[in-house]
């Protein structure tokens, strides 16, 4: 394999299957855990804890620098691949294990590390083999692919171990109950269904990021700033990286609409599939886990690729600073609707048009969110900055997630959305503040 630079390999290729593997551990941690754990019977409480399974992003700039420092980026790339797709099949055989929930999450855990420090090396990597103007124009594939990632495991994943598990109630899959009775025995309790269906979630998703590597591993480039690591005595110093952020303009005002302005998205994210599985007894919408794939897959997919290219191609063309406003408040103006669906429980497809919505606006407001992120890096330290600034964002999001599951079951799902909507505000006031002057 002859060593290539980024000009060679086509960036709308590269940078799609990069941002793709990027999402995918983040969505099995994050999305999939959630719709998994409620599956089982699990509480919003425990649901809500889970949050502190987004740690290793909070804490993620405190390594950072490693990654900058030691070996290139493109081998950190492959490396945490490797370590990920193997976890995922551990993930899969602890689905028949008798202490199922103890044992996942120790191993969603392992994942959020892993997925972390590769989500350092790619966002470096990305910086170094695109120029500025590229680095916009190409946001809206990243964050496009990025959240395709969500709806490929939340939608056709969590679709895949509904229809299994329904399969198996159903007595038509006799092969498969065959092969499961086999596998429970002595290691497995009783007979589930429902474990049977997230098994093969899992396996497949070991399978998708096997595939991905060997993608990777032959077509990923070799831009010039990631060929060769530095000798020891030109390493940048490991403590430099954080002065040199700590120090720009403005910092105060960049970490606090970085903590904030997800705030609302956070509350309402954490327990939307919740709300929308809950029995109405509870205030839910009693949608089954097949329903669940199908919504997050379907209609959504489609406003998601829209909303991520049309934020890409407006700011790349127009800029920041014309965008951020609008976009803004585009995305937390979807928060409200899930207020509505909780008031008045309206029928299933008013719930396909929220979630298109839902996702449309996502992509939008994101695609500005992450151009300002990538703003606020020096380029000596670009994989360790943007390990920074995405760690003040993953903070954003754990704490409220951490509280959610309380929060709700106290406030119910009307109030909490309504909550939610609240909470995003100040997060939009902070945008004023924020040096949003277009660089070159």
């Known amino acids: ?3 290539v630079g980024a000009k060679k390999r086509n960036p709308w290729v590269w940078v799609s299957v990069l941002y793709f ?19 089982l019977g699990a509480g919003n409480e425990l649901i809500g804890l889970t949050s502190f399974l987004y740690l290793p992003w909070v804490l993620k700039g405190l390594w950072g620098p490693v990654v900058d420092i030691y070996s290139t980026r493109r081998r950190w ?4 691949e490797l370590v990920c797709t193997a976890l995922f099949f551990i993930l899969a055989a602890s689905s028949f294990a008798r202490n199922i929930l103890a ?3 120790a191993i969603f855990a392992f994942v959020a590390l892993t997925s972390a420090t590769h989500d350092i090396a790619i966002d470096g990597f990305y910086l170094d083999a695109l120029d500025k103007d590229a680095q916009a124009l190409f946001v809206g594939v990243r964050t496009t692919t990025y959240k395709f990632a969500w709806l490929f495991g939340n939608g056709g994943l969590v679709y895949l171990a509904g229809s299994i598990a329904q399969s198996y109630l159903k007595g038509t899959n006799a092969q498969g109950v065959k092969l499961y009775e086999e596998l429970r025995i002595g290691f497995l309790g009783s007979v589930n269904p429902v474990a049977f269906g997230w098994f093969s979630a899992f396996a497949a998703s070991g399978l998708v990021f096997l ?5 990777q591993l032959w077509y990923l480039p070799f831009p010039q700033a990631t060929r060769s690591v530095l000798p020891e005595g030109e390493r940048p110093n490991f403590l430099e990286a954080f002065k040199t952020y700590f120090t720009q303009r403005k910092i105060g005002w960049i970490v606090a609409y970085v903590l ?4 609302g998205d956070a509350f309402m994210l954490k327990m939307a599939p919740p709300f929308l599985m809950d029995a109405a007894t509870k205030g839910g919408l009693a949608i089954s886990t097949q329903e669940m794939g199908i919504l997050n897959g379907t209609v959504g997919s489609i406003a998601l690729l829209a909303g991520g290219i049309l934020g890409g191609v407006l700011i790349a063309k127009q800029g920041l600073r014309r965008w951020m406003w609008p976009t803004a408040i585009v995305q937390n103006s979807a928060i409200i609707l899930y207020w509505l669906l909780a008031a008045y429980k309206p029928s299933l497809p008013w719930v396909y048009g929220v979630n298109a919505y839902e996702q449309l606006s996502y992509g939008l407001g994101v695609s500005a969110y992450t151009v300002f992120l990538m703003r606020t890096i020096r380029p000596e330290f ?18 409220p997630g951490v509280f959610s599951g309380f929060l709700q079951v106290r406030m119910g799902y009307e109030q909490y959305f309504l909550m939610s909507f609240l909470v995003a505000i100040p997060g939009l006031c902070t945008i004023p503040f924020l040096p949003l002057e277009e660089k070159s």
């Open 77 to 80: 790339i492959l490396s945490m």
């Open 1 to 3: 394999m002859d060593p």
């Open 21 to 39: 593997g990027e999402g995918f551990p983040y969505t099995v941690v994050n999305l999939m855990s959630v719709v998994f754990l409620k599956d």
């Open 382 to 399: 670009k994989a360790s900055h943007y390990a920074i600034t995405t760690a003040f964002m993953a903070a954003g999001v754990l704490i």
């Open 260 to 263: 904030i302005f997800r705030l």
């Open 211 to 215: 595939l991905l590597y060997f993608f």
């Open 103 to 105: 044992i996942s999450i």
